[in-house]
């Protein structure tokens, strides 16, 4: 095993962008040295905008979440609610705004479940994960996404089960939904 403080991050010695697809995609090159002195000269990187994903849970201890199509994915699947991070925006700011827009809903109880890179080599983006308790629906959601989708309401058996089913297609979305069990199911909530 190798002692910890011995690690040594890689270094970045350039960047070149090779395609820019508009707010939600950037390709760039990068000339990156290596922790033993290697340089590589043709390192892809993605940058692609950091999201958030928000799993509700009403006063009623029920689960808000989708079951949809998305274009990457075969099938149908459940998914939490989720978006991108507007510029400038803070993640819970954009958390809030994601779940009264695509759900209708607010809460006032908010819970970080963590910040996760999807892609440890590649860049691509950071997810920022939330529980959020005691929704409630204040509003009409905004119909704007463009896949098809239902809003549920499932109990938390349901939702387990749903889980262990392996229907949150996406792993970001299962991650969620297993973190916010995990902390529900743990002795701080």
């Excluded at 896949?147 to 089960?161: M, N, R």
Aim: proline share 4%; charged share 25%.
């Amino acid at each position: 095993m190798v002692d910890k403080h011995l690690l040594r991050p890689w270094k970045t010695l350039e960047r070149r962008l090779v395609h820019n697809h508009g707010r939600f995609l950037k390709v760039e090159n990068h000339v990156v040295e290596l922790p033993d002195g290697r340089i590589i000269t043709d390192w892809a990187w993605l940058d692609i905008p950091d999201a958030v994903i928000v799993l509700a849970r009403t006063q009623r201890r029920q689960f808000v979440c989708f079951r949809q199509t998305k274009y990457a994915v075969q099938g149908i699947t459940f998914a939490p609610v989720g978006g991108m991070i507007e510029q400038g925006e803070e993640p819970i700011t954009a958390a809030k705004r994601e779940l009264q827009e695509e759900t209708g809903y607010t809460a006032p109880i908010w819970k970080s479940l963590g910040s996760y890179v999807l892609d440890p080599n590649r860049g691509i983006a950071t997810m920022h994960l939330f529980l959020a308790l005691d929704a409630e629906e204040t509003a009409q959601p905004i119909q704007d996404d463009l896949e098809d989708q239902e809003l549920l309401l499932l109990s938390q058996a349901e939702l387990q089960h749903t889980l262990e089913q392996g229907e949150f297609k996406v792993v970001s979305w299962a991650a969620t939904v297993a973190l916010a069990l995990n902390y529900l199911n743990s002795s701080y909530a």
